[in-house]
């Protein structure tokens, strides 16, 4: 029920205006009668004092009577049963009252009119049917004056003008209150719908705060955010164990921690440590702590982001991945790769020699032979396969650059691949037109050349071709190698160099391979500062190429010349 009487709770104390509106309709019309219940008891006392033959007058003791009789009906209606505009008898019927009062007073308090202002005020700042209020401001008043005239039969129109003023000045009141309350209302209005956005934007934000607490202590992941001081803003429940881990006690100031150690096991130094790197600025990935002491001790991969706002760094986000358990199996892996691989060298070496030795002996039969050459080329198989894994375990293989000509290089790896490509009845070219002087460590680059060419005769069917070309492009050397095989999908290219990776169609198809030969030429090919790249598209073949960097260009360094040809081709078909 809408009821916006004379406002004693204030018009501008919100806190007065939030009681007033939590009170009952029947309390909220009553205390808006209470005005001018209160001020005609104060016209009774000064009545009572200082005109006692006023207070004898019939008229004046019925107005009285009429004022109690209001206020009586203000306090005990149900208000909130009946529609909001029945309120509005309350202030229509106080105009009777201040009338008797009026008129019984007229000739010994004229001011006694003015009491008609309340139920005005009331009327304008309801808000209900304002037209009819304030055609009600001007007509009660009217009424008021105009009528006991019309009693006693007064027709002179200059009575009538006189008496006028009143009602002509509440109707001005009338409708200043009803724009101060129009604009007091759209105020509050306005205010409400601000504070139901902003309540609405508290809420929001609640919720997205919940949900990321929530979603950053599901993952495993250690996630801090630091200002700019390295106070921590936010850090979910993996990275307070980090940091306990660490020795860093809660409420700590700074970006130290006590137990933080380096890859090796070394302290340290506070300006390096991860926060204090983040909060510099500085944006890292994939470096490599230790957090805590003795066998509790775990590694963690960091990554740190700053942020940057207008007027420099804000903050910065840090990331904790313990990568322990990785790490051990990593390092046990390669101690396992090295050992079987150590452990199987030393029989193939004897076994290798002992099978040369019987094919140069004499009278041996000519299956006997041809099952030694088998032995022997399963045997150099499996040694090429030991050789593979431990250079894997190796890590960065070690390099001897020196003065050579890399077509050399090519035409001896062309050469050793040509039984393979032979046996799968492929072409096997080497399109280098003359020599390529170069710096470079020839036993490396020599292993990797056989690695791409057995990769491109393994992936490539009957009847194709594999071809290989080596040449200068300024300060670096250039060999590609491209063939017309199987190829693969453009996805597989970017997981081609790890370890032990094998595509889909090699799987399938069951070409023989553990997945190591690239890693092992990327390896090979990043040692000498160089790159290599691959393009692939399925059905349609493979490109490998390597981009070498010249330590000493042009350095004077003479190479047994190659003359130019034509493309030496190994055609087993």
């Known amino acids: 029920m809408a009821i916006d009487a004379v406002m004693l709770a204030g018009a501008g104390d919100p806190g007065s205006r939030r009681f007033f509106y939590e009170l009952s309709p029947r309390a909220r019309v009553a205390l808006s009668q209470l005005p001018l219940t209160a001020a005609t008891v104060l016209v009774a006392l000064m009545v009572i004092a200082w005109h006692p033959a006023l207070a004898s007058d019939p008229l004046f003791r019925s107005g009285m009577l009429a004022h109690a009789a209001m206020f009586i009906v203000a306090c005990v209606v149900p208000w909130e049963r009946l529609p909001p505009g029945a309120v509005l008898a309350v202030p229509l019927l106080d105009f009777v009252p201040i009338g008797m009062v009026r008129l019984a007073g007229i000739e010994t308090i004229i001011q006694l009119g003015v009491l008609t202002v309340i139920p005005v005020v009331w009327l304008a700042w309801s808000g209900l049917h304002p037209r009819f209020c304030l055609a009600m401001s001007f007509l009660g008043p009217a009424l008021m004056v105009w009528l006991p005239l019309a009693l006693t039969g007064t027709a002179d129109p200059a009575r009538y003008a006189d008496v006028t003023v009143l009602p002509v000045m509440m109707l001005a009141t009338a409708a200043v209150v009803r724009m101060l309350s129009s604009s007091a209302a759209a105020q509050q209005h306005a205010l409400a719908r601000a504070r139901d956005g902003l309540q609405e934007a508290l809420d929001a934000l609640g919720r997205?705060?919940?949900?990321?607490?929530?979603?950053?202590?599901?993952?495993?992941?250690?996630?801090?955010?630091?200002?700019?001081?390295?106070?921590?803003?936010?850090?979910?429940?993996?990275?307070?164990?980090?940091?306990?881990?660490?020795?860093?006690?809660?409420?700590?100031?700074?970006?130290?921690w006590p137990r933080i150690?380096?890859?090796?096991?070394?302290?340290?130094?506070?300006?390096?440590?991860?926060?204090?790197?983040?909060?510099?600025?500085?944006?890292?990935?994939?470096?490599v702590v230790r957090l805590g002491q003795g066998p509790g001790q775990r590694i963690f991969s960091t990554s740190g982001t700053p942020l940057h706002g207008p007027d420099g760094i804000e903050g910065a986000v840090v990331a904790f991945t313990d990568v322990t358990t990785l790490v051990n199996a990593l390092a046990v892996r390669d101690e396992f790769l090295n050992n079987v691989s150590h452990e199987l060298r030393t029989p193939l070496t004897s076994v290798l020699g002992y099978v040369e030795m019987l094919q140069e002996a004499q009278g041996i039969p000519a299956h006997a032979r041809r099952g030694l050459e088998v032995v022997q080329r399963n045997a150099e198989r499996l040694q090429r396969l030991v050789d593979d894994l431990l250079s894997a375990a190796a890590g960065t293989p070690d390099h001897?650059?020196?003065?050579?000509?890399?077509?050399?290089?090519?035409?001896?790896?062309?050469?050793?691949?040509?039984?393979?490509?032979?046996?799968?009845?492929?072409?096997l070219l080497d399109r280098t037109p003359g020599p390529v002087p170069a710096v470079l460590d020839p036993v490396r680059i020599a292993q990797a050349l056989d690695n791409l060419l057995s990769n491109a005769v393994k992936y490539t069917p009957p009847g194709g071709e594999v071809a290989i070309t080596a040449s200068r492009d300024g300060d670096s050397v250039v060999i590609e190698v491209a063939d017309t095989g199987i190829g693969m999908d453009p996805s597989e290219t970017q997981a081609l160099f790890s370890k032990f990776y094998r595509t889909e169609t090699a799987r399938r198809t069951a070409i023989p391979g553990v997945g190591l030969g690239l890693s092992i030429t990327k390896a090979i090919v990043e040692a000498h500062h160089g790159t290599i790249t691959c393009t692939s598209t399925t059905g349609r073949g493979t490109v490998f190429v390597v981009h070498l960097p010249d330590p000493a260009p042009g350095s004077g360094h003479r190479h047994t010349p190659r003359p130019a040809q034509e493309p030496t081709e190994h055609d087993a078909r």
């Open 400 to 427: 001897r650059p020196r003065p050579v000509d890399a077509a050399e290089l090519v035409r001896l790896a062309v050469a050793t691949a040509a039984p393979l490509a032979e046996a799968g009845q492929l072409r």
């Open 208 to 256: 997205e705060k919940r949900l990321l607490d929530a979603v950053l202590d599901t993952v495993g992941v250690g996630v801090q955010a630091v200002d700019a001081t390295g106070r921590t803003v936010l850090a979910n429940r993996a990275q307070l164990l980090n940091k306990a881990l660490a020795g860093r006690t809660p409420g700590a100031k700074g970006t130290s």
């Open 261 to 287: 150690y380096g890859r090796n096991g070394a302290p340290l130094d506070p300006e390096v440590q991860p926060v204090a790197r983040a909060c510099r600025g500085e944006a890292f990935a994939d470096t």
